[in-house]
């Protein structure tokens, strides 16, 4: 139940807190330079347990199944606050003066609450599997759908949004 708070980052996962980095105008919030590189690297992670989450379904280990979902609940959830706390903040005040690209900045995090209510409700749907098996049938089919959309927009935001992080000098 609990799961959020007992999870941990790795060490070598974690952001540089040094004040040798700027912050955004107007804001202590701190540029990271490392940020998009972990980000980067969760989308890996999530998509590496998508995988073993097929798998582990595809042969019927319905114990491995309920894992693999906690893990991907519990690094949606990580890197869903890291990119509100750390991205989305630092982007919206560094452009605040640029509409364009503040509404950009705006429509992808609004755009990632609808697709996180979704997985999260996904997540919590199938979180019985093993107990029910009328889920069964269903349960390839809405991964695909939850998982297309999901992956999509991590593709988006690896194009479009990471490139606008950068330094607030720059």
Partial sequence: MFRFFKKQRPQ?????????????????????????????????????????????????ALDVVREKLGALQDMLNDHLLNENVRLYAYLEACFAHDSTQHELIRGFRQEMNGIAKNARGFLKKYAELAEKPELHAHFMPELNATWGVFADRLRREEQNLYPLYRPPSS
Wanted: glycine share 6%; no cysteine.
């Fill in 12 to 60: 070598s996962a974690k952001i540089d807190e040094s004040p040798q980095y700027g912050t955004a105008p107007g804001t202590e919030i701190r540029y990271h330079p490392e940020l998009i590189k972990q980000l980067k690297a969760d989308h890996q992670t999530l998509f590496g347990l998508h995988a073993d989450l097929e798998r582990a379904f595809e042969q019927n």
